[in-house]
Structures are given as structure tokens and as C-alpha cells.
Antibody, heavy 115, light 108 residues
């Protein structure tokens, strides 16, 4: 079964750093892009960026360029979303998704609360 | 950037009724358009890709149509589990995906 398992919920203070993870299994992890999507409380879906775990080629939405860092460790089939300095406005649920042209398999989401 | 708009924002219907959801793009998306369903507290789920192809395991009551800039998701007869929020998404200018704002299908 193809699955993306995301790390657990986080509660952080403004200015702190954070790295959340998304581990894939059940498929060739290095062969498919993984995307990150933000969903702020009560709001819609926002595409943040994506990474190809095979070569770490990374593309960002202009709205998130410079705000987050997406990385991958193919040896453990995991991609990451990293903030150097969190803001209250980063409070949201973050989803990773495998991309086969579209986002065909999603993780359950990681809720980040910055307060 | 390609902007997607969805209408209506909310659709109030009863089980068994037909739902018609609209998605309009600010420029042609070359039929690279998908629909996702999201239920409260859950991750989105891919329903339809490339305008009209159903994703694996999606019931036949879900269908997609359209071309160019105007697209429609139709649910032929609403089941109780279909009440959710539906998003359209384009991949025409990959890797710059964009999502529409969503249509909430609620029980009347």
C-alpha cells in the first residue's frame, strides 16, 4: 500500500525553528515528486512547493519562496518542511502529497500551532 | 499565475439530488485540471484528473467535464458521504500548481 506518514502535531513559539517530516512507503520513493500544501484554519488549500527526492530538485510557489525550506533524505524515504523562524501566521495544517501528475496520495497532515 | 475561481461557494442540496460544481480558470489550463474532495478533519482525496478521468476507487456518480477555461464536476445523485468541500486544481503551468477556493456541498 502506498502511504505517506507525517510527523505529529507541533506547538511552537514565534521565532522558533521547526522541521516536519513526511515518510513514504509502498512505492519507489525516488521516482515521484512530493508536494507540500498549507491549509490555514477554516481556509482552502495552498500549494507551497515540491521536491524530487531522487535528486532533491526543489521548486517553490512564489508565495512561499524564502519562507520555508523543502528538503529530502532519500536514504530514509523522507521529505521535510523547515522553518527557521516561525510566525503566528504559520499556524496551519500542512499536508504532503505524492505527485503522479496530480496529488494522488496524501499524508494525514501535520498541525502546527505557533503561539 | 493562473487563478481558479469556483462557484457557488456553497451548494445546499438533499441526498439523492444532483450536484453541479463549476471551476473557471483565468486562462486555458490545457485540460490539466483535477478535482479533490475534502471532508472535515481529513486530507484531500483526488477524485478526477485531466478533466474527466476518475481516480482509482472513485464511484461512477462523480464525473468531470469541460475544456479550456470552464470545467464542471457533477455528482449524479448525492450520497450522505458526499457532503464535503470540493477543490479544483490546475497543473498546466507545472510546477506552479494552483487550487480554487473550494465549493462546500452541504445538506439542505
Amino acid at each position: 500500500e502506498v502511504e505517506l506518514v507525517q510527523s505529529g502535531a507541533e506547538v511552537k513559539k514565534p521565532g522558533e525553528s521547526l522541521k516536519i517530516s513526511c515518510q513514504g512507503s509502498g512505492y519507489s520513493f525516488v521516482s515521484f515528486w512530493i508536494g507540500w500544501v498549507r491549509q490555514m484554519p477554516g481556509k482552502g488549500l495552498e500549494w507551497m512547493g515540491l521536491i524530487h527526492p531522487g535528486d532533491s530538485d526543489t521548486r517553490y510557489s512564489p508565495s512561499f519562496q524564502g519562507q520555508v525550506i523543502i528538503s529530502a533524505d532519500k536514504s530514509i524515504s523522507t521529505v521535510y518542511l523547515h522553518w527557521n523562524s516561525l510566525r503566528a501566521s504559520d499556524t496551519a495544517t500542512y499536508y504532503c502529497a505524492k505527485i503522479l501528475y496530480y496529488m494522488d496520495v496524501w499524508g494525514k497532515g501535520t498541525t502546527v500551532t505557533v503561539s | 499565475e493562473i487563478v481558479l475561481t469556483q462557484s457557488p461557494a456553497t451548494l445546499s442540496l438533499s441526498p439523492g439530488e444532483r450536484a453541479t460544481l463549476s471551476c473557471r480558470a483565468s486562462q486555458s489550463v490545457n485540460n490539466f485540471l483535477a478535482w479533490y474532495q475534502q471532508k472535515p478533519g481529513q486530507a484531500p482525496r483526488l477524485l478526477i484528473y485531466d478533466v474527466s478521468s476518475r481516480a482509482t476507487g472513485i464511484p461512477a456518480r462523480f464525473s468531470g467535464s469541460g475544456s479550456g477555461t470552464d470545467f464542471t464536476l457533477t455528482i449524479s445523485s448525492l450520497e450522505p458521504e458526499d457532503f464535503a468541500i470540493y477543490y479544483c486544481q490546475q497543473r498546466s503551468n507545472w510546477p506552479r500548481f494552483t487550487f480554487g477556493p473550494g465549493t462546500k456541498v452541504e445538506i439542505k
